[in-house]
């Protein structure tokens, strides 16, 4: 695996728009901590009338976009290689001046929310931008607490940040895998080689044999990973008690702006009704590969492994432009953008952060991180993150930085619908059957497979965990190995082996320290199914329905984006839709693997 320092220039991201020099980062920070001083002294137990909140409002939008290039800079520096001491410090430092920031202006909520409710209604006449951000301000009303007690909270912003930096430099950094043997051969181990090759190594002892290895690693460290996680669910807890939530799901989903019930309901629907589907998926795995048992370490196997087609950077640009042609011009200029302007770091190297992920600030271009690995199904991981990269685009053109963000349930939508706009473009244009089925079994495998059981699972076992942190208890090594065991074992029932090592699982994905979102990955898909339904359908009405949505931000709820789009997820129709569709897609995985046979025996 190569140094950072050793890669090519022309398959990392540009980070020059943020800051051309160090020297430029620093005075942006001094910027920033002046403005927020000056703020301090200009507004601070003066917010009384309308004028004066139109004011404060206008002052904090102008230093929040000012800090946003702050802080993308330095997680995007650290996140291209954790091992780099001088990022590490840059982030932490950053972290430090941002809780002193926050601590200093936290009074601005304090004090909107102090003021008559009549005050706040001519505020918002006088300056209908800020509506939105004042109304979730009222929102949190009956939430709030004293103003020096959100202030000293305030000030421990970057403390209680920390479970997520430490679980990163124990998996990023410290986490360190030797090479594991195979018929006396020796092949080299890392957290992003396993996730990327070994686990869908078509060669089954070698494939057994990483898990094996990565797992016993893994193991090494799973009492501090758990603990570091316990932390995290403490601080959780905490501030949900504090603030007077009924328990830490209400408080986690308050921001999400859905209730219970849509929670609820993806991880008990997909859990019951999806496993059935999944599990034919798994035996016809079985079948193709010849394989005596089926294990947890064989799940991430191409149902073709002859057939993974190669494919260069540079192809994968046309591919994107071919196959999300249907979104219209100014799409296709942001797609050749993203390549002709270097928002994608493609490289491969020691210490970069594992899968993929879109960064989009505000008064910038978006940037994506993906590690690069010639296979053709990581055209979809690109259109996945190309379409976090598109909302965000076509938000913040219409948008200001208080209204561009929508709920985290709807984030994954139109990632996940670029890639259904990809699988649907490819199955157009093409009659051979191997290639048909190479490709609906990407969508099972990748886009289905990912959102709709890795990531539910991981839903299903971190509502398991909330419960027993609402009840007052903990969580250590031993009950998180239980519970995701026990997840896994439902979802599968008796047509997978869940192997020695699969209940470490837990401990490889960072998103338990972002409250609930694992579950919203299907609930994002549910939505991007629909809509992409419609596409094929409808065509152009759709299309232009999908981009508004696109472009009105956070400025609405998921229920009323969902609806703008065509799709009532008030009931439970679009989940169950979509799960019959998978359902069917395994029905023509099924068919097309009989043909194949009857085909190579004629
Ligand atoms: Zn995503």
């Known amino acids: ?117 009549d005050v706040l209604t001519e505020a918002k006449k006088l300056a209908p931008q800020f509506k939105h951000y004042i109304d979730d301000v009222l929102r949190q009303k009956p939430y709030q607490l004293h103003p020096e007690a959100e202030k000293a909270l305030a000030a421990f912003g970057s403390t209680f940040n920390g479970p997520y930096e430490l679980y990163n430099t124990t998996k990023l950094v410290d986490m360190k895998f030797d090479n594991f043997e195979v018929n006396g051969e020796s092949y080299p181990l890392s957290y992003n080689s396993f996730e990327g090759d070994w686990e869908l190594e078509s060669d089954t002892a070698i494939r057994r044999a990483a898990f094996e290895a990565f797992s016993s690693k893994l193991r090494d460290y799973q009492h501090t990973t758990a603990k570091t996680y316990d932390n995290h669910l403490k601080i959780e807890k905490t501030d949900a008690d504090l603030r007077g939530f009924n328990s830490v799901f209400d408080a986690l989903l308050f921001d999400q702006k859905v209730d219970r019930e849509l929670y609820n309901r993806q991880i008990d629907l997909i859990t019951t009704e999806l496993a059935p589907h999944m599990r034919r998926y798994a035996k016809l795995l079985q079948k193709v590969h010849g394989l005596e048992k089926m294990t947890f370490a064989d799940l991430k196997i191409s149902l073709d492994p002859t057939y993974e087609p190669k494919i260069s950077i540079e192809e994968s640009r046309q591919y994107m432009l071919d196959g999300l042609a249907v979104m219209g011009e100014d799409y296709q200029n942001m797609l050749n953008r993203s390549f002709d302007e270097r928002w994608i770091d493609f490289a491969q190297n020691q210490g970069k952060s594992t899968g993929a992920f879109c960064s989009s600030p505000y008064g910038y271009h978006p940037y994506i991180l993906i590690s690069w690995t010639s296979r053709m199904n990581e055209v979809f991981v690109l259109a996945h993150e190309l379409g976090h990269a598109g909302h965000f685009y076509l938000a913040h053109s219409e948008q200001n930085i208080f209204n561009s963000r929508p709920s985290l349930y709807f984030i994954e939508a139109p990632s996940t619908m670029n890639e259904m706009l990809m699988a649907n473009h490819l199955l157009a244009n093409s009659n051979d059957p191997r290639f048909k089925r190479w490709v609906i079994s990407t969508i099972v495998a990748r886009t289905y497979y990912h959102n709709f059981v890795t990531h539910l699972l991981e839903a299903a076992y971190q509502r398991k965990v909330y419960e027993i942190i609402d009840e007052g208890g903990s969580v250590n090594a031993s009950i998180l190995n239980q519970i995701k065991r026990n997840v896994l074992e439902e979802f599968w029932g008796d047509s997978v082996e869940i192997t020695e090592g699969a209940e470490l699982t837990w401990m490889r994905q960072p998103h338990y320290y972002m409250g609930l979102y694992p579950y919203t990955y299907s609930a994002g898909l549910t939505i991007a199914t629909q809509v992409s339904q419609r596409i094929l359908q409808e065509g152009e009405t759709a299309v232009q329905d999908w981009i508004k949505v696109l472009k009105t931000g956070g400025t609405k709820t998921p229920v009323e984006l969902a609806k703008m789009a065509g799709v009532d997820i008030t009931t439970d129709q679009p989940l169950k839709d979509t799960i019959a569709y998978i359902g069917s897609l395994i029905d023509q995985l099924e068919q097309l693997t009989n043909e194949l046979v009857e085909e190579t025996k004629a």
């Open 1 to 117: 695996m190569l140094k950072r320092s050793e890669v090519k220039l022309e398959e990392t991201w540009d980070l020059s728009p943020l800051f051309e020099t160090e020297q430029a980062f620093e005075e942006a920070i001094k910027t920033v901590l002046e403005i927020s001083n000056q703020m301090e002294e200009e507004f601070k137990g003066k917010i009384d009338n309308a004028k004066q909140v139109v004011s404060v409002l206008t002052a904090y939008q102008n230093l929040y976009e000012k800090m946003v290039p702050i802080s993308t800079y330095s997680s995007l520096s650290l996140s291209e290689d954790q091992t780099n001491d001088e990022a590490q410090m840059r982030s932490a430092k950053v972290g430090q001046h941002y809780s002193k920031i926050s601590a200093q202006l936290s009074f601005i909520t304090s004090e909107l929310l102090q003021l008559n409710e």
